[in-house]
């Protein structure tokens, strides 16, 4: 609906700016230019932040969502935003198992080559932390661009 509302309000402006226009270059037309451009910019910053509107509030509440259901350990029913937790679900999962992955094979070429100092141990709750992060930013990025999800 504001979508709508944003295209009409975009058109209009460029209706109103170009009859100020007209109207300043000497045609059959009343000069109001200056009250013409001002209500064509007033009209257009409108329609714009109308356009706006919906997709902000929506990316905002996805995003809302996302970090709830991050707080909850991605657990729970989360309506129509649980596609999106669900693909947090599994990068989050996907994230740790392979930090964890990556810190048994730095550990076995340390002890491979002989010396265990080659091998520094992951702090798993900084990188439980990382992959919070990363799995909360996609949700709300797929929320936003739904047709990327999978």
Do not use: W
């Not at 970090?67 to 657990?75: K, N």
């Amino acid at each position: 609906m504001m979508e709508t509302v944003s295209f009409g309000l975009m058109g209009l402006s460029v209706l109103v700016a170009l009859i100020s226009y007209l109207g300043a270059h000497r045609t059959p037309l009343p000069d109001f230019s200056k009250i013409g451009c001002l209500a064509a910019v007033g009209i257009g910053v409108v329609g714009f932040i109308a356009g706006l509107a919906v997709p902000v509030t929506q990316y905002r509440t996805c995003g809302s969502e996302c970090t709830s259901a991050m707080h909850a350990g991605m657990t729970g029913d989360y309506g129509e935003y649980e596609e999106f937790v669900d693909t947090s679900r599994d990068s989050l999962a996907g994230c740790i198992k392979g930090a964890k992955q990556a810190n048994r094979k730095a550990k076995a070429a340390a002890d491979e080559a002989g010396d265990p100092s080659l091998h520094t141990p992951l702090d798993m709750a900084e990188v439980e932390k990382r992959c919070k992060a990363i799995a909360v930013t996609q949700c709300t990025d797929h929320c936003y661009t739904p047709d990327a999800v999978r």
